[in-house]
DNA sequence: GTCGAACTACGACGATCTTCGTACATTGTG
DNA sequence: CACAATGTACGAAGATCGTCGTAGTTCGAC
């Protein structure tokens, strides 16, 4: 009870510093088909959304493991809103980071249409 | 044996068509130490290069495990030259195929000086 | 306090990945 | 021809990954 005078709580998101983000990590990251719509998601506006809002055509395990290998790899920043936890990209600290990378790669991701979509 | 005139022998390379190359399979094969290290060798000038010119430190089998692995994603093109196998980095196909791509990651591989380099 | 909603922790399973050694293939040289 | 150099094919062993179900936590509403 340190203060919790916000609507976030005390939960310990674990985010690594700008600095620390490490390319093949985030390479690593982003070469899955689920986390990658995840990072598109995110991407086209919707900036903060909450897990469930996503509709992943996985359960509900498996998409809490895709948001956390997200963020500890530095791509996403996580916190919680009420009993949801919300997600942003870290954009800035990104571009920082690796100048170009994440915009290089939403752009690679829209063109890359082999399979149109059907992970509905 | 149709007609093999050159010096080139035939052997069956395998090479991904432009159009085919796939995103999350390029980004898979690029969160790798060794596999990136390659790639920026590549990409600094030492455009075509046989295998043993890296010295990398794995067997000669884990070797040619990760040159094909690049070739099968599209990022390099091998071609053989007397008993060598010579790799070249496919940087104008990846430019047309993800535009900006591949020199964001070689960018960020070259900033990316968390270890300096153990490796040799 | 009780209940449901949203999410997490943990263990398990199967698939894939990285690595290696050994055996083999191809080329160039003597 | 024999031989060395370079690289491949084929398992095999161990690690990691993606997926899930079940049980538990936290929050908001009643």
């Known amino acids: 009870m340190t203060r919790t005078t916000r ?18 990590e985030v390479l690593s990251a982003l070469s899955d088909p689920i986390r990658l719509r995840i990072v598109h998601e995110l ?3 919707h900036d903060d959304m909450a ?3 996503f509709e992943l055509p996985v359960s509900k395990s498996t998409s809490t493991h895709h948001f956390r290998v ?21 954009t800035q ?6 100048p170009g990378l994440l915009p290089a790669v939403l752009r690679a991701r829209a ?10």
Chains 1, 2 share one sequence.
């Open 7 to 24: 609507t976030t709580p005390a939960r310990h998101p674990e985010h690594p510093e700008t600095a620390r983000i490490r390319l093949e």
């Open 43 to 45: 991407g086209r506006g």
């Open 93 to 98: 600290d990104l571009e920082e980071r690796f």
């Open 70 to 90: 997200l963020r500890e790899a530095g791509i996403i920043h996580q916190y919680y809103e009420g009993t949801s936890r919300m997600s942003r990209l870290r």
């Open 51 to 53: 897990c469930i809002a």
């Open 111 to 120: 063109m890359d249409t082999t399979e149109p979509d059907r992970t509905t």
